[in-house]
Each structure stands twice: as structure tokens, then as C-alpha cells.
């Protein structure tokens, strides 16, 4: 169906040349998923925009072919261009907030391919819109309809995006990273869609992402990028199972799972991917390879056949075939006292939180609603303790996390640190206090201030405390950097400067300069490759253990929180639903909710990956219009009249774990002799 021959792609940026591009060739066969993977600016994303005939400005192709079912796109004038994509081939991009167009309604920009490809009348074509957008799952399609991309969940947007790419029903379909940054349970949802809309259109699909889990369950086969190469390919369970490259292999070796040892550090690959600017000399991946030799720094390797069918790699020293021991650092066991003293004041202490936001009512006699983003939520965090908050896009963890640090304002409830509340004090009385709750938030590039130095963003927190002499300051920012692995020559240098993972951990820093009790980290990791995660995530909890640090990690990436937190809260609609020691909740989940997300995470073993998975399913309730009773009851199996009557309360499942639920999947410690419906009857 697409066969790409010895693409190269040179971008012009003054004097400055950048090649994301160089040498790539693949073969996508008809109705077969071809899942792309690499870390950011491998030349993933370059060479799906080249096929669409969409680079950015100042690009050229250099060389190559790409074959479209025996049409030849290099060289293609516009408007046969336009006549090809968006209608036989097409694309689902990155971020659908900013593919979308704010100022249009979605029934609108779902119909508008059919009007210029079909030349339909916009009631067919708008028709046609709403059929589509039933089958990808949107609920009530003929009310969205009217709606704009604002007024839409993420979910709900990437699905959006995907009817508007499907509804010429294409033969070729490219998703560049299609569910990066939705929670487990979405994702699993519209990749299963992408595959069922797949078979039933007859089309073939490029993948690209940097998720191995998501490739090992949904991809035939996979090709693996590194600076602008392909450097491995072959049928999926052949790559996994018998991997040739070395990078391939580190790739595989830093992914964080739901069975890793806590006591271990994650690997990670040293360095930094190579600049797509620099000189291509040899096997890019040299410098951060354990296996390299001169041969690899001065000869680029050819491509060679690996041990299945279709199976090619370009490595000297291929993996399996050189012994390369990957070990990985155990931790120091300095767990604090205070953890394990049931005991002692707590450091945080979360009591019956709840936070409203007014929604403004329609028409003159409307009724006054409110969102419930959060719903009377408790705990506790000790000294040095890590709290992890799990749940999907939506559950209110986000405005848990800002309720915390005093950033937002609870409707009732308290917070209350070392013993005294926080809540609901003025900004003087505040002041102090807020220095010891900090927040590492979840986009390092926004939170940055484009317009400051790193010198000047690390030393601002200690300037508005009044801390420490101009000098002094600047001495911390040093110190700062390099606690986070950093070295001084950045403090000169603005955030668009660094890579993802280096404001991240700039973020982390600021986080740290003045030395606070409790640290939120807002997803800290979702938007970052595979090998720069680990090496925050290792960071972090580095930090974590030398300091003595209280944490609360949120994350919809379940695999993160059990490497990072010792007890984890399951969030659902602004409710905790489960409550426990992190390894005790992950092996014998209680809640019906929980099990359901575990068995979404994508696993990163094309067997495990072909295992049925009881995940959950249906949409999120709407927190304008909670269900009574039990608030995941719209979408539990277990669900009875009980569940519509009574909301459950935590009760205790173990020593430290507790559930909200009528019917654990675990049973409760003290159980009664009168059943559940009895009690409601009585």
C-alpha cells in the first residue's frame, strides 16, 4: 500500500541545517498496523508529515521515493495533493486541542471532508458527520454536534480527531501518538476503536509512538527510529523476543512496570539523543551505547537480517549476540521513623476536601448547578512518606493536588500541615506556610517563564522570601542544578533552550529551593520519552529518600506511581474509592474501578499484550450530575439496586487498605451476618 524508499528530509533554518530525516525505508502492507517508535526527535513524526505532504517550511526533500499505491508522492503538485489527503490517505495528530479549530463546532470540522471530497450538500454531509461520530463513541452525537473543542474532554477531542480523519474511510491512516497524554483506561478505548474501524474500512495504519506497551498489543510489526534512522524492524513478537539493536534493547530495559522492585533504580540510557543538526558520522547511537567500538563511532552499520522473517537491524555489536549486563543501582535503605509510626502527627493531613465550581445557569429561571470536582476526600502523608493519586482524566485529581498547595480554595474541608491548617488563611498568614508546600506541575514548558533566565527562575523563590544575599542566592541555583544532575553553564540559557527532561528537572528544582515539608508532582513524567522518565523518575526518588521528603504524586500512569509512592488513593469522580499500601492495592485490588485500570496498562510483551483484559469501560459520569449511590455504579459489573441506593464508605480490607464498596473483590475484615441488601431494607 505505501512503500517509502531512502527518504531523507533537510530542514534550512539560516545557516543552520537540520536533518530529522536520513536514509529511512518501510513497507506498509494492506490492512496492517505498522507501529513507529524512538524518543523525541528520532524522526517519527518528520516522516508521516513528509507522507502527507506536510513538512513544515524550509524543508526539502533531499532524496527518495514515497510509492502510494503506485502513485509517486514526491514531487506531487498541491492540488493533487489536496485531492489525496484528508480522502485516501490521513492523519490523526499529537495534541487535538490545537489540531482543532476553537472557533468551529465540531459537527462542522467533522463534515467539512466530506463537502471537499465528496462534494456532499451540508445537510448529507453533516448526516454522514453524526453517524460518524456514534461510531467512534461519542454519546449523544446529535447534542455534540453543536458543541466546540473547549467544551470537550480530552478523550472526547482525540475521538473527534479520529472521526474527522476516518470519514472518507481512507486506505491509509498515520496516528502520530494518538493517546500520549490520556489516562489508561481512554487509551485503551480508542486504540481498540482505531483497530476495529481498521478492519472494518479495510485500511493500513502507521503508529507512531514512543509507548512499547501500546506497539507490543496493537502493532503487526514495528520500526524502530533513532536519529533520523530506522534502526530495527520486524513482525512485532520476532522484535520483542529476539531484539538485534542495542538501542532496541535499552529501550525495552527502561520501561518501568507494575511488578518493578522499588528497591532498584530504573535503567536509563545515559546522554541525550544526538542533534539532528550535527554531523552523521558512524552509528548515532554510539555515544550512549555499552557496546560500542571505534568501528561504531566511525562507520555507519548496514543493514543486516535478524533471525525471523522481515527481521532487519543496523548494529555492529547487536544485542544477544554481545554481552551487555544491564544493572541497575539498589537504593539505601533510609526509611524515615515517622513512616512507620502509625502514631505520629502527620505531616498532611487531608479532612472530608470538597471544592465546587459554580456553573452558570441557562435561561432566566435556570437552576444553579455546580461541578463537584472533588467530593469529601481524606488522608494522610507522614514524614517522608510518598501518597500516590491514581484515576482518570476528569476524577479531580489535578484539583486535589492545587487544593493542597494552597492554590486553590476548598468549598469545606482542611488541609492541615504538621497539625495546623492551611486552609482558607490569608495570603499574610499564608506567606511562611506556602514555602514548605510546593508544586512540580505537569508542563515544564509552560510553568517556565520564557521571558527568565534559569539563573533568575531558580533564584525567584528565594528573592520573594527575602532569603539569602543576591550572591548567596545564586550559589543555591548552582547547588540547585546540580542535585538534579545538571551542570552550571544552563543558568545562563532560557527554557525553549532545553530539552523536555532538563525542564523538568529544572522544574523539580524550583520545586526544591526552599527546602519544603511536602512536594506535589502534578504528572511529572506523561509528556517525556521512555529513557528521559527514568531518569526523573529515579531522580525524584533519590531526592525523596536523602531529604526526608513528604510527596503526593498524581498520575494516570499506574506503572510511575508504583515505582514511586508507598501508598497510593484510587480516585473516581472526585471520591476515593481505594486506600492502601502501594504493593498491597496493585496485587489484591479490592475496588472493581482499580482492577480495571490495572488491567488496562498496556504491557510491553506481545503475549501478555494478547491476554483478555477486563478493563473498564463507558464513559465518565459527568461531576454536574453525579450518580447516587455509588458513583462508579454506570459502569461496574457488580452493580445492583443496593449501589443505586447507598453510597458506599471506606471500610477496611486489610491492615492499611480500605475500599468504598458494596462488593469488594477482597473481603472485608469484619464482616456482618446481615447482608448488604438486608441492612437497606431494614
Not at 554510539?286 to 543486516?304: I, K, L, N
Not at 476524577?395 to 486553590?408: E, I
Not at 533519590?542 to 503526593?552: A, C, E, F, H, P
Not at 471500610?651 to 469484619?670: M, R, T, W, Y
Amino acid at each position: 500500500m505505501l512503500t517509502i524508499r531512502d527518504l531523507s528530509v533537510e530542514i534550512h533554518r539560516g545557516d543552520r541545517t537540520v536533518r530529522p530525516v536520513t536514509g529511512v525505508d518501510l513497507v506498509l502492507h494492506r490492512g496492517e498496523t505498522l507501529g513507529i517508535v524512538g524518543e523525541t526527535g528520532s524522526g517519527k513524526s518528520m516522516t508521516g508529515l513528509a507522507v502527507m505532504g506536510m513538512l513544515p517550511s524550509g524543508s526539502t526533500v533531499t532524496s527518495g521515493s514515497i510509492d502510494f499505491d503506485g502513485t509517486e508522492l514526491i514531487g506531487l503538485g498541491a492540488a493533487e495533493y489536496r485531492a489525496l489527503r484528508g480522502n485516501d490517505i490521513s492523519m490523526v495528530f499529537q495534541d487535538s486541542m490545537t489540531s482543532l479549530n476553537p472557533t468551529r463546532s465540531i459537527g462542522d470540522q467533522v463534515a467539512e471532508p466530506l463537502r471537499l471530497h465528496r462534494a456532499m450538500s451540508q445537510r448529507a454531509a453533516r448526516a454522514r458527520a453524526e453517524e460518524m461520530l456514534a461510531l467512534v463513541g461519542i454519546p449523544h452525537p446529535a447534542e455534540r454536534m453543536g458543541d466546540f473543542p473547549h467544551q470537550l474532554s480530552g478523550g472526547m477531542r482525540q475521538r473527534v480527531m479520529i472521526a474527522m480523519a476516518l470519514i472518507c474511510e481512507p486506505r491509509v491512516l498515520i496516528a502520530d501518538e494518538p493517546t500520549t497524554a490520556l489516562d489508561v483506561t481512554i487509551q485503551a478505548e480508542i486504540l481498540e476503536l482505531l483497530g476495529r474501524l481498521k478492519e472494518q474500512l479495510g485500511m493500513a495504519m502507521i503508529l507512531v509512538t514512543h509507548d512499547m506497551g501500546v506497539v507490543a498489543r496493537h502493532a503487526d510489526r514495528v520500526g524502530v527510529m533513532y536519529g533520523g534512522r530506522l534502526v530495527e524492524t520486524g513482525k512485532t513478537a520476532d522484535l520483542f523476543h529476539h531484539t538485534r539493536h542495542q538501542y532496541t534493547h535499552a529501550l525495552l530495559s527502561s520501561i518501568p512496570s507494575l511488578a518493578q522492585d522499588r528497591d532498584l533504580e530504573l535503567f536509563s540510557i545515559p546522554g541525550s539523543p544526538p542533534d539532528p543538526a550535527s554531523p552523521q558520522i558512524g552509528c548515532r547511537f554510539a555515544p550512549r551505547c555499552p557496546a560500542a567500538t571505534e568501528q561504531c563511532r566511525v562507520e555507519t552499520p548496514v543493514s543486516t537480517n535478524g533471525p525471523g522473517e522481515d527481521h532487519t537491524f543496523a548494529c555492529w555489536n547487536p544485542a544477544q549476540e554481545t554481552a551487555v549486563t544491564i544493572t541497575s543501582r539498589r537504593f539505601p535503605e533510609s526509611e524515615p521513623e515517622s513512616v512507620a509510626d502509625a502514631a505520629a502527627t502527620p505531616r498532611l493531613q487531608v479532612v472530608d476536601l470538597r471544592k465546587e465550581h459554580p456553573v452558570s445557569a441557562r435561561g432566566l429561571f435556570g437552576r444553579k448547578r455546580s461541578v463537584k470536582a472533588v467530593a469529601g476526600v481524606s488522608f494522610t502523608v507522614q514524614t517522608g512518606e510518598a501518597f500516590g493519586l491514581v484515576g482518570e482524566s476528569g476524577c479531580g485529581k489535578s484539583t486535589l493536588g492545587r487544593m493542597l498547595v494552597a492554590l486553590d480554595r476548598p468549598t469545606s474541608g482542611q488541609v492541615l500541615l504538621d497539625g495546623e491548617p492551611i486552609s482558607g488563611l490569608n495570603a499574610r498568614r499564608l506567606g511562611a506556610r506556602r514555602a514548605k508546600l510546593q508544586m512540580m506541575f505537569q508542563d515544564s514548558h509552560a510553568s517556565l517563564d520564557p521571558k527568565m533566565r534559569i539563573d533568575d527562575i531558580l533564584r525567584e523563590p528565594l528573592t520573594i522570601q527575602g532569603i539569602g544575599t543576591a550572591a548567596e542566592r545564586t550559589e543555591r541555583a548552582t547547588e540547585l542544578l546540580a542535585s538534579v544532575g545538571l551542570g552550571s553553564s544552563i543558568l545562563e540559557r532560557y527554557p525553549h533552550e532545553l530539552s523536555g527532561g532538563q525542564r523538568q528537572r529544572i522544574g523539580l528544582a524550583r520545586a526544591l529551593a526552599l527546602d519544603p515539608d511536602v512536594l506535589v508532582a502534578d504528572e511529572p513524567v506523561s509528556a517525556l520519552d521512555v529513557s528521559i522518565r527514568s531518569q526523573v523518575l529515579n531522580l525524584m526518588r533519590t531526592i525523596q529518600l536523602d531529604r526526608g521528603l513528604s510527596s503526593v504524586v498524581i498520575s494516570h500512569d499506574l506503572a510511575v506511581v508504583r515505582y514511586l509512592v508507598d501508598r497510593v488513593g484510587v480516585m473516581y469522580l472526585g471520591t476515593l474509592v481505594e486506600v492502601g499500601e502501594t504493593a498491597e492495592v496493585y496485587s489484591h485490588p479490592a475496588h472493581p474501578y482499580t482492577a480495571g485500570l490495572l488491567a488496562a496498562v498496556p504491557v510491553a510483551d506481545p503475549d501478555a499484550a494478547a491476554a483478555p483484559a477486563e478493563r473498564v469501560r463507558g464513559e465518565l459520569p459527568s461531576p454536574l450530575d453525579p450518580p447516587s449511590g455509588c458513583r462508579f455504579r454506570t459502569r461496574c459489573p457488580l452493580a445492583t439496586e443496593l449501589c443505586a441506593a447507598v453510597e458506599p464508605t471506606l471500610e477496611a480490607v486489610g491492615s492499611d487498605h480500605e475500599v468504598a464498596c458494596h462488593f469488594p473483590l477482597q473481603p472485608k475484615i469484619h464482616p456482618t451476618d446481615v447482608t448488604a441488601d438486608e441492612a437497606v431494607l431494614s
